[in-house]
């Protein structure tokens, strides 16, 4: 079984220019999530989809961050425009579809915002 | 609020029995996870608590009182490849989970 894919899995940019990351859910997981991890600090939820609605975007920045699932598959997340304070990296989970389902993790890709 | 407490570091020899301690405050409770992160990865399942009592699944076990919002999890036999991150982790209900910030263990030959 395919996991759960990212990219790209590094990018960097200067403050005030955008930026979009992708992400691919293991095939039939009806949620898929968007995590911020800052170093040394854990996952901190960004924004949360069940098939192509939202279930939970409350920490999302949403003057700067937006994200969409088209066709409760792929994801997209943006961040227009950076600040120096989005470095971090984004992890992209999904779950089968339940309240209590163990979270699938991409690799992440890590940002930094110079 | 939503609260979740692990030690911020932990050192241990290889070998050795290590207990790491997750304590809660949450609006709800639906279960506990404990994943793993090695530096620079992602995340990775090791184990749910949604019952009081130890859960054991190999060298890893995983322990939960909900009365007292507590957790820990204990790995025994300790290689060097447990150097890592545990991250303790709630499911509020709702579909929320909220992640503590992780211990991160160093294992020492």
């Known amino acids: 079984e395919a996991g759960v894919a990212q990219s790209p899995r590094y990018k960097i940019i200067e403050k005030r220019q955008s930026v979009a990351f992708w992400c691919n859910p293991i095939?039939?997981?009806?949620?898929l999530y968007w995590y911020q991890q800052i170093l040394g600090q854990g996952p901190k939820l960004l924004i949360q989809?069940?098939?192509?609605?939202?279930?939970?975007d409350s920490q999302l920045p949403k003057d700067r961050f937006s994200a969409e699932r088209l066709k409760g598959v792929d994801s997209t997340l943006k961040i227009q425009p950076a600040k120096l304070e989005d470095s971090a990296v984004y992890l992209c989970?999904?779950?089968?579809?339940?309240?209590?389902?163990?979270?699938?993790f991409g690799p992440g890709t890590r940002l930094t915002v110079l | 609020g939503q609260n979740i407490d692990q030690p911020t570091e932990m050192t241990a020899t290889e070998g050795a029995i290590v207990q790491i301690n997750c304590t809660y405050q949450?609006?709800?409770?639906?279960?506990l996870f404990w994943y793993q992160q090695h530096a620079g990865e992602a995340p990775t399942f090791l184990s749910y608590?949604?019952?009081?009592g130890l859960e054991e699944k190999g060298r890893f076990s995983s322990f939960l009182s909900r009365s007292k919002g507590y957790s820990y999890l204990l790995l025994k036999e300790l290689q060097m490849k447990d150097s890592a991150s545990y991250l303790c982790?709630?499911?509020?209900?709702?579909?929320?989970?909220?992640f503590g910030a992780g211990t991160r263990l160093f294992v020492k030959a």
């Open positions: 989809f069940q098939n192509n609605g939202v279930v939970d």
């Open positions: 949450t609006s709800g409770f639906n279960g």
């Open positions: 608590n949604v019952l009081d």
């Open positions: 095939s039939g997981h009806a949620t």
């Open positions: 989970a999904s779950s089968p579809a339940g309240v209590t389902d163990t979270q699938y």
């Open positions: 982790a709630v499911n509020t209900g709702g579909f929320k989970t909220i």
